[in-house]
């Protein structure tokens, strides 16, 4: 069975810094989706961003972007120029290939911006 | 365009009791799941669908039953309700394929407490 493993329970960043957040997850499929979810208070999931396994280049969104390194398995958040509106639970998931909807999720990381 | 719909938004239950949560999607999708969050933790898959007819169970489906009568629906039934199932419950969709093919789409929640 896959595992997603975030190992930082909470994190803080200084407004307009920069923070990074902490992924690894254990499969046996080459093929997969990776995804980092925000979760504001009101409970509402919101996609940050995806990457596929099969893309070596690193997906970025704005300013969001990943560090993906598939043979350790490491697939790390980075948050730039960080708003107050960052401020939120952020879940690092896996999905198979052909999987459907089905995700696999990590514990999440709590995210504070200090202004 | 409504999404995902999820109905109740809050519910409290006495242990015993029995319930459905409603989800609805008007956009077609094949794929259709249910997840609940505990306190402190992701979200973990209880059942999912791939198309009207099609059940299977996820991680955690003890307590749950569902059903898929139509693409639309995809309700999730509680048969006896307990306190260990006090959580916050999410419906999630997804298309088979297209542009939106690798796009979740989450409902808002619904915030079950069992006393």
């Known amino acids: 069975a896959q595992t997603v493993t975030q190992s930082q329970p909470e994190m803080s960043v200084q407004e307009a810094e920069t923070v990074t957040l902490s992924c690894t997850y254990d499969?046996?499929?080459?093929?997969?989706?990776l995804f980092w979810y925000k979760q504001p208070p009101s409970r509402q999931m919101i996609l940050v961003i995806r990457q596929e396994a099969y893309k070596q280049q690193n997906a970025t969104e704005n300013r969001f972007s990943v560090n993906f390194q598939k043979a350790a398995k490491s697939f790390s958040l980075k948050i730039s120029d960080s708003q107050l509106g960052d401020a939120a639970m952020y879940f690092c998931?896996?999905?198979?290939?052909?999987?459907?909807?089905?995700?696999?999720f990590g514990g999440g990381t709590r995210l504070m911006v200090k202004p | 365009n409504a999404g995902v719909t999820q109905t109740p938004k809050f519910q409290v239950l006495k242990t015993g009791q029995s319930m459905t949560l409603q989800c609805a999607q008007d956009?077609?999708?094949?794929?259709m799941s249910w997840y609940r969050q505990d306190p402190g933790m992701g979200l973990r898959l209880i059942h999912y669908s791939v198309g009207a007819g099609i059940t299977d169970q996820g991680e955690v489906p003890n307590g749950y039953n569902v059903s898929r009568s139509t693409t639309e629906d995809f309700p999730l039934r509680l048969l006896s309700a307990a306190p260990s199932q006090t959580s916050v419950y999410f419906c999630?969709?997804?298309?088979?394929?297209?542009?939106?093919?690798?796009?979740?789409?989450f409902g808002e929640g619904s915030w079950l407490t069992v006393v």
């Open positions: 956009m077609n999708h094949e794929y």
């Open positions: 999630a969709s997804r298309d088979i394929a297209g542009t939106s093919g690798n796009t979740i789409y």
């Open positions: 998931a896996y999905r198979k290939y052909n999987a459907g909807n089905m995700l696999t």
């Open positions: 499969t046996s499929e080459s093929d997969y989706y």
